[in-house]
């Protein structure tokens, strides 16, 4: 059984369209986080939900929305794609609090024409 | 100054070797050290975690925290070429702010 599962998992797109990843854990865990590595391999926490109420919202875009339908859930819908948001995305859990280990999800990759 | 220093590599080493791992870091607010790995189109793992200072071991891995100079090292001994992947150090303090470094690639050779 696959902990961290997220689709899709290559995602090629034309500029300006819609798209969504979806990410669903098994683990029970109360956090979900949305993580960009750009192709310098630096991963960048973009927002973190916590029982589906957003806790950490970095500098991103508004293009970005994610929405967490229930804890066990955190879908990315990003608007307007740009050439700029190609990377590979990765969801991620924690049980949150002070004892927190990420358990990641395998990504991704969205590449915009 | 970042946040969170690791030299890039590639390290290239035989088989058998013992591999030393490093970043440094400027945030003394950090208490939680990790290093993750990371395979090829795969997502990060978690293989180390340590709180404070300190050296733990599991297996084959190390990992050494010293808050003192803001360094922290993953040693991995008997280094085989399954162990060829990225190796990404993180720390964060308590409430959800991890910061990762970007990574050392490492290569075992058979």
């Known amino acids: 059984d696959t902990a961290v599962s997220q689709t899709p998992k290559y995602l090629v797109t034309q500029m300006g369209n819609d798209k969504s990843i979806k990410c669903e854990q098994n683990l029970g865990h109360d956090t979900m986080y949305w993580y960009k590595q750009d192709s310098k391999k630096f991963l960048k926490i973009m927002f973190s939900y916590n029982n589906k109420e957003l806790i950490i919202n970095e500098t991103v875009p508004n293009r970005f929305s994610p929405k967490s339908p229930d804890k066990a859930h955190l879908n990315l819908h990003i608007n307007s794609l740009e050439l700029g948001d190609s990377a590979v995305y990765f969801c991620a859990s924690s049980l949150g609090g002070e004892n927190e280990k990420l358990f990641f999800g395998s990504g991704t990759q969205l590449s915009v024409l | 100054q970042k946040e969170v220093e690791q030299d890039p590599g590639p390290l290239s080493v035989p088989e058998g070797a013992i591999v030393s791992l490093n970043c440094t870091y400027s945030?003394?607010?950090?208490?939680?050290f990790m290093w993750y790995r990371q395979y090829s189109r795969k997502g990060p793992e978690l293989l180390m975690y340590t709180y404070s200072s300190g050296n733990k071991e599991d297996g084959r891995f190390t990992a050494q925290v010293d808050k003192s100079s803001k360094y922290i090292s993953l040693f991995i001994r008997d280094s085989q070429p399954s162990d060829s992947a990225t190796y990404l150090c993180?720390?964060?303090?308590?409430?959800?702010?991890?910061?990762f470094g970007p990574g050392t690639r490492l290569s075992v050779l058979p």
């Open positions: 945030n003394s607010a950090f208490q939680y």
């Open positions: 993180a720390m964060s303090f308590y409430g959800q702010n991890f910061v």
